[in-house]
């Protein structure tokens, strides 16, 4: 009986831990998404519009 819960332990443990690595995973993949994006948007010129502010003096 000791056998079969340390076994159930064991296998509960190595689920717990392969799932935790799947997440890290994921989460560092988004991470490199972004930073990749980022690295990618720098080479781009400032694409913000120009905006020349006209008004009558006071």
């Known amino acids: 009986m000791k056998i079969i819960i340390l076994l159930l332990?064991?296998?509960l443990g190595f689920g717990a831990t392969c799932k935790k690595t799947?997440?890290?995973?994921?989460?560092?993949?988004?991470?490199?998404?972004?930073q990749q994006e980022q690295r990618e948007l720098r080479s781009y010129p400032n694409l913000l519009p120009?905006?020349?502010?006209v008004a009558p003096k006071a």
């Open 9 to 11: 332990a064991l296998v």
């Open 22 to 34: 799947a997440d890290d995973i994921t989460v560092a993949a988004a991470k490199h998404k972004l």
């Open 50 to 53: 120009e905006v020349l502010i």
